[in-house]
């Protein structure tokens, strides 16, 4: 229990069992404490005033004593509203928190998949570079043999032309027919 319940049920007491004022009961405790401070003697030089304390504890007790419960009800449905609200931005600030950490390793994830996809990347156009460099290698090595085979081809077939002509040339020549 709080200090101002206790104060409540004290107030509530002092007014040795009566019926709660009612809310316009309530507004003319608060005219007579207003028009009694106003018509309060002042001290000489100063701005303080005299007044009757007796009367203006016992009106503030009628008027404590005079508050709806509604208001005592209010003024707890405010504090659970505060408490509520301050779970609910704990566990927010802890929702967000974690979506922050999940953030950073989805991040750090793409990350790493964006480098390795710029490393395969990479490999891939060495690859691609390397295998171009061994098919030119490879045209120019089989070029060098075809010219090879062609100049043996060459050679032979001049072989075979002259092997023919030596074949027409040795022939000997038909005998002459007598006369």
């Known amino acids: 229990m709080t200090q101002g319940d206790e104060t409540g049920e004290a107030a509530e007491a002092a007014v040795d069992g009566a019926a709660r004022p009612e809310p316009e009961d309530i507004f003319d405790i608060v005219d007579d404490l207003v028009v009694h401070l106003h018509e309060a003697k002042t001290m000489p030089l100063s701005s303080n005033a005299l007044v009757d304390r007796e009367m203006i504890l016992m009106s503030l007790e009628r008027l404590r004593a005079g508050l709806p419960d509604e208001l005592r009800a209010a003024r707890w449905m405010i504090r659970e509203r505060e408490a509520f609200i301050a779970r609910t931005n704990e566990k927010a600030g802890e929702i967000v928190g974690k979506a922050r950490v999940e953030a950073d390793e989805l991040v750090s994830d793409s990350a790493i998949v964006a480098e390795a996809v710029a ?43 002259s092997a023919r002509d030596e074949l027409h040339h040795a022939r000997p020549k038909p005998p002459e027919p007598p006369v």
């Open 119 to 161: 490393e395969a990347n990479i490999l891939v156009r060495r690859a691609e570079g390397e295998a171009r460099k061994i098919r030119l290698e490879t045209e120019d090595e089989i070029e060098d043999r075809l010219q090879r085979v062609e100049a043996l081809l060459t050679g032979i077939v001049a072989q075979v032309q």
